[in-house]
């Protein structure tokens, strides 16, 4: 981050408080904190931002839904990513900020059109948007949300602001692409691994790899440093999808906020899924054709499936898939300046590689 009179650290939304090395006379200096506090004060600041950007009041089945589904908690790993992948090539926070909040919005949006899709009735804890209320508001809710985000993304740098607009705007389609993708394989027996990479590259990727080319391009990054955050961000965005669904089948109720095996039983081909579906014989392959033809496990069978997975190495390819995602991604930060901003890239990284929700 750049402090300088046009930056000001109250317009930042970080809080005052004097650098702990004796030698700074900096308040909050980013060269003095952690990435982990770097990674808290860029995830405050768009709080606030969210807060500010969301219109409140009336209609009343419009905006207090939208102000619902913000407000479920959640980590905001993809709009930090565009103001950290800003201040790693130089750029300020401010000409970030926009596309960062369209970005979340963004995520909120294809969110709760998924719970609908899905029919789920539990989004991190809570009832879903369509559950809370119902689906028709559930829906005009996701639309305004993207016109909301389009609304904050137009108020980014207006000399880069084609750019922008085309990379957020493919990122809209691959999302809802993906999403369509993850349905077709529902109704299919045989999706190859190829495949799913394809779906989770745009359902999930997608919006990872936007957010740290949108963050490089309101920061003004070179043409390669474009290119190897945009690689970076495509990365992440494997990991993500392998470590989610790892975590549907080997984490807690009380850590997901939804039931544990909820792809399984919704009928989803995941990456276990799939491994395991090539690696089964005999008994065990029959019982997973069983569960692919019926359409999804039963809840009962999710005890059954997570031993078979482990017995068959499949949570072990899993997790090697994501250490070699997350492997993959740091690489490709070798190439930018040093800062306080390329680190807490790395931690992002890493976190997303311990997550365990």
């Known amino acids: 981050m750049i402090l300088t009179e046009s ?7 970080l809080r005052l408080r004097r650098c702990s090395n ?19 004060s860029r995830k405050r600041l768009i709080e606030r931002e969210l807060r500010r950007t969301v219109p409140r009041g009336s209609p009343r089945s419009l905006y207090p839904p939208i102000h619902y589904s913000l407000t479920a908690g959640g980590k905001r790993i993809r709009p930090v990513l565009v103001l950290l992948a800003a201040e790693a090539v130089g750029g300020n926070v401010n000409d970030a900020l926009p596309a960062s ?9 294809s969110l709760v059109h998924d ?5 789920s009735n539990l ?24 016109g909301i985000a389009y609304r904050s993304l137009l108020k980014s740098p207006v000399e880069r602001l084609p750019e922008i607009g085309r990379t957020f705007t493919e990122a809209v389609v691959e999302v809802c692409e993906g999403q369509a993708f993850d349905m077709e394989f529902e109704r299919m027996d045989h999706v190859p691994i190829p495949r799913y990479v394809m779906m989770i590259a ?3 990727g997608a919006l990872i790899a936007a957010s740290s080319r949108l963050g490089t391009l309101c920061g003004g990054g070179s043409p390669e440093e474009i290119a190897s955050l945009t690689r970076f961000g495509e990365a992440l965005g494997r990991a993500f999808q392998v470590q989610d669904d790892l975590l549907d089948i080997t984490s807690s109720e009380r850590e997901l906020g939804k039931p544990v095996g909820a792809d399984l039983i919704e009928g989803k081909k995941t990456f276990l899924l799939l491994t395991a579906l090539r690696r089964a014989k005999g008994e065990d392959r029959t019982f997973l054709r069983t569960v692919v033809n019926r ?11 997570r031993r078979m997975y482990e017995r068959l190495g499949v ?6 898939a994501v250490d070699d995602a997350i492997r993959e991604a740091r690489a490709c930060l070798d190439g930018l300046r040093d800062s306080p901003a390329k680190g807490a890239l790395f931690y992002l990284a890493d976190m997303l590689g311990r997550r365990v929700s």
Request: with cysteine; proline share 7%.
């Open 101 to 109: 909040v369209a970005v979340e919005l963004l995520h909120s949006f």
């Open 22 to 40: 004796p030698s700074c006379f900096i308040d909050q200096c980013d060269a003095c904190v952690s990435p982990r506090e770097i990674y808290a």
């Open 202 to 204: 745009k359902k999930t």
């Open 115 to 119: 719970d609908i899709m899905d029919n």
């Open 123 to 146: 989004r991190r804890g809570r009832p879903t948007v369509h559950t809370k209320w119902d689906p028709n508001v559930a829906i005009l809710a996701g639309d305004a949300l993207i």
């Open 7 to 13: 930056v000001p650290i109250l317009r930042l939304g």
């Open 295 to 305: 359409g999804g496990a039963r809840r009962r069978d999710i005890p059954r499936v």
């Open 315 to 320: 949570v072990r390819e899993a997790r090697r």
